[in-house]
């Protein structure tokens, strides 16, 4: 089974301050992803890769950046977090012959 | 408007009975389909995906799609307590190297010993 890893698992930001979310795969999978998941909306977009270096906007971009650094790290940050960014947040990776997204475990982030 | 709707919304089936959970999609782009099975805490995790008409089988689980109404629909049987959850349909167009999902609301799956 494929390996998406995310840290930290909990988060507790002030508003106005800087969040780092981070995420690792070992599958070797090209497209990774971020999205939010939020009562009422489901899973929502927010930033995808294709590849090292690479970073697309997705569906919710506003107010978050992504970098990929390398095949195996994506991270999601928030330069000025708002207390609308509370959320759960997922990242993933795709591959296999389906291109079949793994999920991580998550990351609950609550801003103050 | 969602580009996927699920229903229902929530679902109660006893073990040893029968789920169905349904999916459209309203673009007709949107024709291939994933479900997903989330439980609580945890990420959500792929079960099957199908994209060509019919059914196709994997264990106890059954997808059964109709491109024509952009229709999908899965079918549990012998539901297990492990089989509650939150269940996802996702959908998909083939564009560029990368598949985005989009995803449907949810359906709330409880399984009652």
């Known amino acids: 089974e494929a390996a998406v890893t995310q840290s930290p698992r909990n988060k507790v930001a002030v508003t106005g301050g800087k969040v780092t979310l981070s995420c690792n795969q070992t599958?070797?999978?090209?497209?990774m992803y971020w999205y939010r998941q939020d009562t009422g909306h489901g899973l929502r977009l927010i930033h995808y890769?294709?590849?090292?270096?690479?970073?697309e906007k997705g569906d919710i971009p506003d107010g978050y950046k992504a970098s990929r650094p390398s095949q195996e790290n994506f991270s999601l940050i928030l330069e000025l977090a708002t207390p609308s960014q509370t959320s759960v947040y997922f990242c993933?990776?795709?591959?296999?012959?389906?291109?079949?997204?793994?999920f991580g475990p998550g990351t609950r982030l609550l801003v103050l | 408007q969602q580009k996927v709707q699920q229903s229902p919304e929530s679902l109660s089936v006893p073990e040893g009975g029968m789920a169905s959970l349904n999916c459209t999609s309203s673009?007709?782009?949107?024709?291939y389909f994933w479900w997903y099975r989330q439980h609580s805490g945890e990420g959500p995790k792929a079960l099957m995906?199908?994209?060509?008409?019919g059914d196709k089988k994997e264990g106890r689980f059954t997808a059964h799609l109709n491109k024509a109404s952009l229709h999908v629909s899965l079918h549990i049987r012998d539901s297990q307590p492990s089989d509650s959850a939150l269940y996802f349909c996702?959908?998909?167009?083939?564009?560029?190297?990368?598949?985005?999902?989009?995803f449907g609301l949810g359906t709330t799956l409880q399984v009652q010993p």
């Open positions: 993933a990776s795709a591959g296999g012959a389906q291109d079949t997204q793994y």
């Open positions: 599958n070797n999978h090209n497209n």
């Open positions: 890769s294709y590849g090292a270096g690479s970073t």
């Open positions: 673009d007709r782009n949107f024709q």
């Open positions: 995906s199908i994209f060509s008409d």
């Open positions: 996702a959908a998909s167009p083939i564009t560029g190297n990368t598949r985005k999902l989009i």
